[in-house]
């Protein structure tokens, strides 16, 4: 375990990243439990690696999701929907994962929803270089069907009790009132969190994690690095 500012995790995890050594993009994935800083963390690798000279993708399982019907059809509050009725992991498959992995033609597309108007997404057809990183953040990510579609694993953990305060304060800046703050807590407290219980009792994805991020105290995070899988 290795404990240091915030500007040391990212050089530590970018060292990682170049050390990855692929015939095809480099698949990151950024997994964890809502509001544990998994975007954030993307988004500042991102910026180093470019700033290297880098080709980076970024994506997210928010782009990936199915549309409302179906995420809540076992009910708005359903753990259990959450976990397996949330995220179109075939699309996920289909157009980034395979096309950027081995044998695949790196012809991929960054989203297959747009969550705003809760319709299907078509976006252009991209090609990525070969040495290109994907930094790609979400819930959910080591799950057996997923799992062996990365190359490196990065699990960002955080108590979920501090999810929670997270959730709440991020709800408030961006809607300027506490008015949706019960609204944030019971959907934490009966579908994000039971969902993420039911994930790391099913999948155990910290057994799965090339390197684990604990992200209690952002400018004072701790890590660490175990031998790829």
């Known amino acids: 375990m290795d404990q240091g500012t915030r500007d040391e995790l990212i050089g530590r995890l970018t060292e990682a990243i170049r050390s990855v050594t692929t015939a095809h993009p480099l698949r990151v994935a950024i997994d964890g439990p809502p509001a544990a800083g998994k975007t954030t963390l993307a988004d500042e690798l991102a910026i180093v690696l470019r700033a290297q000279g880098r080709d980076v993708i970024r994506a997210t399982i928010d782009d990936f999701l199915f549309p409302r019907a179906q995420r809540y ?9 959450c976990y397996f009725d949330a995220h179109d992991h075939a699309s996920l498959c289909r157009v980034v994962l395979d096309p950027l992995g081995p044998g695949g033609d790196r012809r991929f597309q960054h989203a297959v929803y747009d969550r705003g108007t809760d319709t299907r997404l078509s976006p252009p057809v991209t090609t990525a270089p070969a040495d290109a990183i994907l930094l790609f953040d979400g819930v959910f990510l080591l799950r057996p ?27 408030t800046a961006l809607a300027g009132s506490t008015a949706d703050a019960a609204e944030v807590e019971r959907s934490w407290r009966n579908r994000y969190i039971p969902s993420q219980q039911l994930y790391l009792a099913t999948a155990r994805p910290t057994d799965h994690a090339d390197i684990i991020v604990y992200n209690d105290e952002l400018q004072r995070p701790t890590w660490e690095v175990r031998s790829p899988h």
Not at 73 to 81: K, L, N, T
């Open 145 to 171: 069907e997923l799992l062996d579609r990365w190359d490196l694993r990065i699990f960002v953990s955080v108590p979920f009790e501090q999810t929670v305060e997270r959730a709440r304060n991020r709800n």
């Open 73 to 81: 059809r076992r009910g708005q509050y359903s753990a259990e929907g």
